[in-house]
């Protein structure tokens, strides 16, 4: 079945440094990509998503960066700031089935 | 708008106790989704619905059922608890135009 992983489960960054957090995903037929931010006793939060037919997509501060060649997903976040501490959830999805989630990424930023 | 809302935020039960969990969304959405997490594991979708009065199986559906009789809720129950459902519980919802899930903020559920 399809399987969506992150390549580390935790993440500690510089404040004011750039974080890139990374995904992998092994259906090929993959069209749709999200991230999603999840604080502490919260629920997850939309960050930014992409098509298969893009390559990279930007947002205030994260882009994201879609490598369909070697199925690999990165958010990017520019300047990380101590309210981007949050586990970083990707997922994604082919045609009309449902969100397959990966099991997150714990970003700490350190003063 | 308060957006998607759960009801309870805590809960926990006995062995073979029965609940139901509220999800309500003031969004219009159409799609609706249960979900649980577990520590280190990724969201698994539980039951969905396309819209009022469908629901449908997801990855995990073994021991809940659900019911979409108004289009704003999506009722998850547990009719007989076991200590393997003691999770967080989220749910979803999203537009038919776009396939951004919207969530709430959660249950959190123990059973003993």
């Known amino acids: 079945g399809e399987s969506v992983g992150l390549h580390l489960p935790t993440l500690s960054v510089q404040e004011g440094d750039n974080s890139i957090i990374n995904c992998a995903y092994s259906?090929?037929?993959?069209?749709?990509f999200i991230w999603y931010k999840q604080e502490s006793g919260k629920g997850p939060q939309f960050i930014i998503d992409?098509?298969?037919?893009?390559d990279k997509r930007q947002g205030q501060r994260v882009t994201v960066l879609l490598n369909k060649t070697v199925k690999h997903l990165s958010l990017q976040i520019a300047a990380t700031q101590p309210g981007d501490s949050a586990v970083y959830f990707c997922a994604s999805h082919e045609g009309a089935r449902q969100l397959t989630f990966g099991s997150g990424t714990q970003l700490t930023v350190l003063p | 708008n308060a957006g998607v809302t759960q009801t309870p935020k805590f809960r926990v039960l006995k062995t073979g106790q029965s609940m139901t969990l509220l999800c309500a969304q003031d969004m219009n959405h159409e799609y609706m989704y249960w979900y649980r997490q577990d520590p280190g594991m990724g969201l698994r979708l539980i039951h969905y619905?396309?819209?009022?009065?469908?629901?449908a199986k997801g990855e995990v559906p073994d021991g809940y059922n659900v019911s979409r009789l108004k289009k704003q809720n999506f009722l998850l129950g547990l009719e007989s608890a076991a200590p393997s459902q003691t999770s967080v519980y989220f749910c979803a919802s999203r537009t038919g135009n776009t396939d951004t899930q919207y969530f709430g903020p959660g249950t959190r559920l123990t059973v003993l």
């Open positions: 259906n090929s037929a993959s069209d749709y």
């Open positions: 619905s396309v819209g009022e009065g469908t629901t």
């Open positions: 992409i098509r298969s037919n893009m």
